[in-house]
């Protein structure tokens, strides 16, 4: 670097250092500036009361009170051009300090020029400690100070030779301790402003700098872009081909709760050292999430395609991995994609890796998912999705329908799953499956639960009430303790029995963060609503963790009752899990009942309480009065 060079880097850092400074200073200043325009616009305005009321009728009243009025309508005129403008420059700031401390200043010099007193010669004083304390920086302030120093010796001067010498030793000490006074403030803020800015400045630079992850020693998902987009630069003019695999471990938050985060930590330290060992420096091995590893690659002279890569991970994970007297058998899923074309950005060319690994975690059938076409499709009809998700209007376009939840011995509608529909100006209909994912996906599945929680309240009023309510929540949702919150003061708004409500959790929600769970389990149960776990025996729940629940109901997953007329072993299971329900003293629910065969051979096995379409199809709130016609039931006013 030439000296030129060295001049103009060292000047920028300089200016750099100069505007951050200020920036901090000028927020410091703001509030201080604030309260001196609203102390100085009430002080002045009482002042001009005081002296319109108490001051006889004379020139020298009409001076006082105009100068005191003046002042007040100044100080409030500053302090709305302050707010208006949102006033953030500090040489504006500045400016606006020491025009209303020069009004002030005047008023005190008209004080004693029109009406001179002695004893009013402290409020010079008072002033310039005032200075010293709000004036800012100590360019603005000293020469305030040094006006009212100034004043002050002028009309000292007007005392009896007697008299001065205290007076200039008020003076003195005045000058000395204002002065004293701002340079401490302004040294103390200063080192304390400068310490922000460096803070900031080294948070910055760590985060510049954050292509290395501290647990495995991988690169990071950001540099792992930047690697993407350089290559996709580099390939422009080659046939070359880019690939990428994206892994993650399956149920890694199962194993966090189950055997703690330390052993968390080993195992992925451990994944990372089996994959290094597959290796080159040819492949860019990254943590891209975290439970998520990705292999990256193009041309090179060792560049795994597909197959080879299916075999890499195939060998790290087919092994156990062994901590001290821990063995665990860990799987994963993966999501991979090619291109020979660099027509995409790196952003891209990853989402549709992830978008691979999201199929593949949902396909039982193939943990090792190829981007393609048809993915390509479905990944654009998703977007849409999202994006009109996020552009819909919940209130209106979001409604339920209830599905009857039924005594099987007596046939009687005890309660109504509330389902949520969707009726999208720009999509139509919206399958259920398709737009609760997607709120997850977007984030806004805590917003959709609060809307059709307060839809289904509204519901349940008119029903009858021995008929209760039972209401899905997602994992999303009871990890937000703002929404769990939210949930129990609708139900104490709402004036409903508690013991009317139940919430269904999936088994799967309740394991993904099992200690969330049972305290939010806890908070409901304590406000008496029933709480459900939905699609039983489909998760990965163990008894000891039931054990530790408040639950009132488990819900048999539908998946057993598909299976029921083929594999005696369904019926097997079903009928353990009714024996369980007893055991425990909780309620047990099958759903997904759909034929007269499957609903007889469960009243065998002891199922008391099933739900699906051998009984109800999910019926809208206009159709209640007919079903509840038909079992005798009095609505309120359906």
Excluded at 202 to 211: F, H, V
Aim: one cysteine or more.
């Amino acid at each position: 670097m030439n000296s030129e060079s060295q001049t103009t880097a060292i000047s920028s850092a300089y200016d750099d250092a100069r505007i951050g400074l200020e920036k901090y200073l000028s927020e410091a200043y703001r509030p201080v500036l604030r309260g001196l325009l609203v102390i100085g616009c009430l002080a002045y305005l009482l002042m001009t009361v005081v002296n319109f009321v108490t001051i006889p009728n004379s020139p020298n009243k009409v001076w006082l009170v105009s100068m005191t009025a003046a002042t007040a309508f100044c100080c409030a005129s500053f302090f709305y051009i302050f707010q208006a403008k949102g006033m953030s420059n500090l040489g504006q700031l500045e400016t606006l300090a020491t025009l209303t401390f020069l009004l002030i200043l005047s008023n005190v010099i008209v004080q004693q020029t029109f009406n001179f007193q002695s004893e009013r010669l402290q409020n010079f004083s008072i002033l310039a400690l005032v200075m010293a304390v709000m004036g800012g920086r100590m360019r603005i302030a000293m020469p305030l100070i040094t006006l009212s120093v100034l004043a002050c010796i002028v009309f000292v001067s007007w005392l009896s030779p007697e008299e001065q010498p205290q007076y200039y030793s008020l003076i003195v000490g005045m000058t000395v301790a204002s002065f004293a006074l701002n340079w401490t403030l302004q040294k103390i803020v200063t080192r304390e402003i400068k310490a922000r800015v460096l803070a900031e400045e080294l948070r910055q630079k760590e985060e510049t700098r954050a292509d290395t992850d501290v647990l495995t020693g991988l690169a990071t998902r950001g540099k792992l872009l930047s690697e993407i987009s350089s290559a996709a630069e580099e390939t422009k003019d080659h046939n070359q081909t880019i690939r990428i695999a994206i892994l993650d471990v399956d149920d890694f938050r199962t194993i966090n709760n189950v055997h703690g985060h330390s052993i968390g930590d080993e195992l992925l330290v451990a994944i990372t050292r089996r994959l290094s060992g597959f290796l080159n420096e040819s492949v860019l091995l990254s943590r891209s999430g975290p439970d998520e590893f990705a292999l990256f690659s193009f041309g090179g002279a060792y560049s795994p395609g597909e197959d080879e890569i299916r075999g890499i991970i195939s060998a790290v994970f087919e092994e156990t991995f062994i901590f001290a007297s821990l063995e665990l058998r860990v799987s994963a899923s993966v999501g991979y994609v090619e291109e020979d074309r660099s027509n995409k950005n790196s952003e891209l060319f990853f989402e549709q890796a992830e978008y691979s690994l999201q199929k593949a975690k949902l396909n039982k059938s193939d943990d090792f998912v190829v981007f393609s076409q048809d993915l390509s499709r479905e990944m654009k009809s998703q977007q849409t999705l999202d994006l009109a998700l996020r552009a819909s209007d919940f209130e209106p376009e979001m409604y339920l329908e209830f599905q009857p939840q039924v005594e099987v011995g007596t046939g009687v509608t005890v309660a109504f799953e509330a389902l949520a529909r969707w009726s999208s100006p720009e999509l139509g209909d919206v399958p259920p499956a398709l737009f609760i994912r997607s709120a997850e996906r977007t984030g806004l599945i805590n917003q959709l639960t609060l809307v059709l929680l307060q839809k289904a309240l509204e519901a349940v009023q008119a029903w009858p009430d021995e008929i209760g309510l039972s209401f899905n929540l997602s994992a999303h949702d009871i990890a937000s303790s703002t929404t769990v919150s939210r949930i129990c003061e609708m139900i104490e708004d709402s004036e409903l029995s508690p013991s009317r409500i139940e919430f269904e959790l999936t088994e799967t929600a309740v394991v993904e963060d099992f200690e969330e769970a049972r305290k939010v389990f806890a908070q409901l149960s304590e406000l008496g609503v029933r709480i459900a776990i939905d699609d039983f025996g489909a998760g990965q729940s163990s008894f000891s963790n039931l054990s530790r629940l408040p639950f009132d109901k488990l819900k048999v997953d539908r998946g057993f009752v598909l299976q029921l007329e083929q594999q005696g072993k369904s019926l097997k299971i079903i009928r353990s899990i009714v024996d369980l329900c007893i055991n425990l003293e909780v309620d047990c629910i099958v759903e997904g009942v759909e034929t007269k065969a499957e609903l007889d051979l469960l009243r065998g096995v002891g199922v008391n309480l099933i739900q699906g379409f051998v009984y109800s199809k999910p019926i809208g709130l206009s159709n209640m009065s007919e079903l509840f016609s038909v079992e005798g039931i009095t609505s309120k006013h359906l």
